[in-house]
């Protein structure tokens, strides 16, 4: 198998469930609270790590007390953060997730040491990029050391991978060097300038491909996704399932996704092991904790085999 390397963000979740999320200066009572690790690269490296792939992932945390417990966390279950960068003029990043009772999720992110993730780490970590066969990113890490991987995993001949969540506009330069662009809906129509309301999917995801990505992974929630190129297209339906928690699916994805690309696996088998541990996710609370292990998901294929 080839090797993942996750270069992103490292948070820890404080999670609070609620029946309805608070309007402007109303005060609530939750009904339960968690806390976890999580992060969008966080969440993508312990997804891949979980559903079998070979992982490393370099991230940015404080030396305070959440950054050791991440790192704890991370070697305990094996994932190699031997490259995390360690720094103490910033605290390590948090998210405060709020969780209605319909299972979707308003979340504030403070960055703290993940915007100290800077290029010039990643050109000393260089040996990482050489040693790896996919590169996955996401944006919550600076846009510049974004830039500064997909440069110099481009220049090693990597395969890369760039979710862009959250969503942001990209530039003509980096959005040429994505071999697999993954994005939903809100992403896709602020990268592209279009609407899916007006264009439809397939139109789209058509500008994203002119814009010079390779391939185009569209995630459409409850709708399923698609996958496109100038050879390929595919669509396949989401699961039906009781959502609890839509917090890290899109990052599960992400992760099952890289994991059977590496293996080299028929594009239609990927997409639908990447929607099924998406679809267990969601009925779980919490980030890294909802993601399902392969075993999960090869159990949930073969129980939902042609029912959806």
Same mark, same amino acid.
């Given at each position: 198998?080839? =090797?993942?390397?996750?270069?992103?963000?490292?948070?820890?979740?404080?999670?609070?469930?609620? =029946?309805?999320?608070?309007?402007?200066? &109303?005060?609530?009572?939750?009904? @339960?609270?968690?806390?976890?690790?999580?992060?969008?690269?966080?969440?993508?490296?312990?997804?891949?790590?979980?559903?079998?792939?070979?992982?490393?992932?370099?991230?940015?945390?404080?030396?305070?007390?959440?950054?050791?417990?991440?790192?704890?966390?991370?070697?305990?279950?094996?994932?190699?953060?031997?490259?995390?960068?360690?720094?103490?003029?910033?605290?390590?990043? +948090?998210?405060?997730?709020?969780?209605?009772?319909?299972?979707?999720?308003?979340?504030?992110?403070?960055?703290?040491?993940?915007?100290?993730? @800077?290029?010039?780490?990643?050109? =000393? @970590?260089?040996?990482?990029?050489?040693?790896?066969?996919?590169?996955?990113?996401?944006?919550?890490?600076?846009?510049? +050391?974004?830039?500064?991987?997909?440069?110099?995993?481009?220049?090693?001949?990597?395969?890369?991978?760039?979710?862009?969540?959250?969503?942001?506009?990209?530039?003509?330069?980096?959005?040429?060097?994505?071999?697999?662009?993954?994005?939903?809906?809100?992403?896709?129509?602020?990268?592209?300038?279009?609407?899916?309301?007006?264009?439809? &999917?397939?139109?789209?995801?058509?500008?994203?491909?002119?814009?010079?990505? =390779?391939?185009?992974?569209?995630?459409?929630?409850?709708?399923?996704?698609?996958?496109?190129?100038?050879?390929?297209?595919? #669509?396949?339906?989401?699961?039906?399932?009781?959502?609890?928690?839509?917090?890290?699916?899109?990052?599960?994805?992400?992760?099952?996704?890289?994991?059977?690309?590496?293996?080299? &696996?028929?594009?239609?088998?990927?997409?639908?092991?990447?929607?099924?541990? #998406?679809?267990?996710?969601?009925?779980?609370?919490?980030?890294?904790?909802?993601?399902?292990?392969?075993?999960?998901?090869?159990?949930?294929?073969?129980?939902?085999?042609?029912?959806?």
């Amino acid at each position: 198998m080839g =090797k993942i390397l996750v270069i992103g963000s490292s948070n820890t979740d404080l999670i609070t469930t609620v =029946k309805k999320f608070p309007t402007a200066g &109303e005060t609530i009572v939750g009904k @339960s609270f968690l806390q976890n690790m999580g992060g969008k690269g966080a969440n993508q490296a312990v997804a891949a790590h979980k559903l079998g792939g070979d992982v490393k992932f370099v991230t940015c945390l404080g030396v305070d007390t959440n950054g050791q417990n991440a790192l704890k966390y991370f070697k305990e279950m094996g994932l190699d953060v031997s490259s995390a960068l360690l720094v103490e003029e910033a605290s390590s990043g +948090t998210a405060i997730i709020l969780v209605d009772e319909n299972g979707e999720n308003c979340i504030v992110i403070t960055s703290g040491a993940n915007n100290l993730l @800077s290029p010039e780490y990643i050109c =000393k @970590s260089e040996d990482d990029i050489i040693a790896c066969d996919m590169v996955v990113l996401q944006m919550e890490i600076p846009y510049d +050391t974004i830039k500064t991987v997909c440069e110099l995993a481009h220049k090693h001949r990597k395969t890369i991978m760039l979710n862009v969540a959250p969503a942001c506009h990209l530039d003509d330069e980096l959005i040429k060097l994505i071999d697999i662009l993954v994005v939903n809906e809100t992403e896709a129509e602020i990268i592209s300038g279009g609407k899916i309301d007006e264009t439809g &999917e397939d139109a789209i995801v058509d500008k994203l491909l002119a814009l010079g990505a =390779k391939t185009v992974v569209l995630t459409m929630g409850k709708q399923g996704c698609l996958l496109k190129n100038k050879q390929e297209f595919y #669509s396949v339906p989401a699961f039906c399932v009781n959502a609890l928690d839509t917090t890290a699916a899109g990052d599960t994805f992400c992760g099952a996704l890289a994991v059977g690309l590496v293996r080299g &696996e028929d594009l239609e088998s990927v997409l639908k092991f990447a929607t099924a541990a #998406s679809a267990i996710c969601v009925t779980r609370i919490g980030a890294q904790p909802s993601i399902p292990t392969e075993k999960e998901v090869y159990e949930f294929l073969n129980k939902n085999n042609g029912t959806r």
